[in-house]
């Protein structure tokens, strides 16, 4: 199960990872947007809840951003909830568009949240926030491996969250997805 806080592009994005025909035939995933937008700490408890009352999720993620300049707002709870209650984060920083511009080339570079949405859209040429996820889904792997640069760079600099801007976990989720099932 997957809980979003986009009501565009990230589930553009998923919904297109879901119809993959290697993923459709061996994963089952549902995803949950949250209509509230925005407020990661509420996304995560709302994926407490449910993650209580249904013993038969397997697996449950969050997908959020950072944003930049200002953040969202008790992130650092968010994250620390998750962790507690078993719950997967997939965060971007500053923000999904980070992603999706790994899918296209590397970003070693801090973005705001805006420049990266100018970015994104100027890689792909939308023009607003929905996205065609088919496009995305033959650029995944390379946008994985770049996230992973990214991660590691941050790691041998000591850049801790919040401050690993540019980066994304969205990479777990992909492999978390499209690893073997028994």
């Given at each position: 199960m997957i809980f979003c806080e986009g009501q565009a592009s990230e589930p553009d994005y998923l919904n297109a990872v879901k119809r993959l025909p290697e993923i459709?035939?061996?994963t089952a995933i549902s995803l949950v947007i949250d209509p509230s937008y925005g407020l990661p700490m509420d996304l995560v408890t709302k994926a407490v809840e449910r993650l209580h009352r249904d013993p038969e999720i397997d697996e449950c993620w969050c997908v959020f951003d950072v944003e930049w300049p200002q953040h969202h707002p008790h992130l650092d709870r968010?994250?620390?909830?998750?962790?507690?209650?078993?719950?997967?984060?997939?965060?971007?920083?500053?923000?999904?568009?980070?992603?999706?511009?790994?899918?296209?080339?590397e970003q070693a570079g801090f973005l705001q949240t805006r420049d990266a949405e100018a970015v994104s859209r100027q890689l792909d040429g939308r023009s607003g926030k929905r996205l065609d996820g088919a496009k995305y889904m033959p650029l995944r792997h390379d946008a994985c491996e770049r996230a992973m640069r990214l991660a590691t760079r941050h790691e041998r600099n000591d850049s801790n969250f919040p401050d690993d801007n540019p980066s994304s976990t969205m990479?777990?989720?992909l492999a978390a997805i499209e690893s073997p099932r028994d």
């Open positions: 459709r035939a061996n968010a994250l620390r909830l998750a962790a507690a209650e078993g719950i997967r984060i997939a965060v971007s920083n500053p923000c999904f568009e980070l992603w999706l511009i790994l899918h296209f080339q990479h777990e989720l």
